[in-house]
């Protein structure tokens, strides 16, 4: 079955700190991964995506993720944490049933602390 | 340019009743996607949809659950005889067609229902 998996509930970090958040895929064929984030209360907001090309991507807010092919990951990392990062992360595969679809992670609360 | 916009951003119903939750997807975008996310859980896929045409509805349920988008006006979700079970964040999102697989989809603020 194509899924995307988010091994951690919850990542804390101190500001100023690199974070990363994980997530790994399981797709047939080429994979198109995004993420997204959701303040409280909020829709989900789009960071940023993965279709083909160069396996870092830069997305909003000066957050980045890093394709891997042979590890089937698509980590979002930050060189540096603000406070106000904390939000919930999903991670997101399209795969195809007769047309495309966006399936989402479990998604990973990120805490940044001050 | 506005977003994809849904209403209403509240809603709560009564045992029995019936919710409508509506969306109208951003200028341009023919397909829209409906998620439920229940508290402190993930996004779940409920139903695809384009114009007339339900193209994915594999994480409907299978009973008092339907979406329809028609060809004029917002797309509506409808739950027919709330359960309390259904309290839950509901989203919408919208892409432009599938002529590239890749497409980012774009959600609204959501609408939540509270079954009292």
């Known amino acids: 079955a194509q899924s995307v998996a988010q091994p951690e509930d919850q990542v804390n970090v101190a500001e100023g700190n690199p974070l990363t958040v994980k997530c790994t895929y399981s797709?047939?064929?080429?994979?198109?991964l995004f993420w997204y984030v959701q303040y409280p209360n909020r829709g989900l907001q789009f960071l940023l995506k993965?279709?083909?090309?160069?396996?870092l991507v830069k997305g909003s807010y000066g957050f980045e993720a890093e394709f891997n092919k042979s590890q089937t990951s698509f980590h979002l990392k930050k060189p540096s944490a603000l406070v106000s990062d904390s939000a919930l992360y999903f991670c997101?595969?399209?795969?195809?049933?007769?047309?495309?679809?966006?399936?989402f992670g479990a998604g990973t609360r990120l805490f940044v602390k001050a | 340019n506005a977003g994809v916009m849904q209403n209403p951003r509240h809603l709560v119903r009564r045992r029995g009743q019936e919710a409508r939750l509506r969306c109208s997807p951003m200028?341009?975008?023919?397909?829209v996607y409906w998620y439920r996310q229940l508290p402190e859980e993930g996004l779940k896929f409920m139903v695809y949809?384009?114009?007339?045409?339900?193209?994915?509805e594999s994480g409907m349920p299978k009973e008092r659950f339907s979406a329809e988008f028609p060809k004029e006006g917002p797309s509506i979700l409808r739950i027919q005889q709330v359960v309390r079970g259904d309290s839950a964040a509901y989203f919408c999102?919208?892409?432009?067609?599938?002529?590239?697989?890749?497409?980012?989809?774009?959600f609204g603020e959501g609408s939540w229902l509270t079954v009292v």
């Open positions: 200028k341009g975008h023919s397909h």
């Open positions: 997101a595969v399209r795969v195809y049933t007769g047309g495309f679809k966006t399936i």
């Open positions: 993965y279709i083909t090309g160069d396996n």
């Open positions: 797709v047939s064929g080429n994979p198109y």
């Open positions: 949809l384009q114009k007339e045409n339900i193209i994915d």
């Open positions: 999102a919208s892409s432009p067609g599938t002529g590239t697989s890749g497409n980012t989809i774009y």
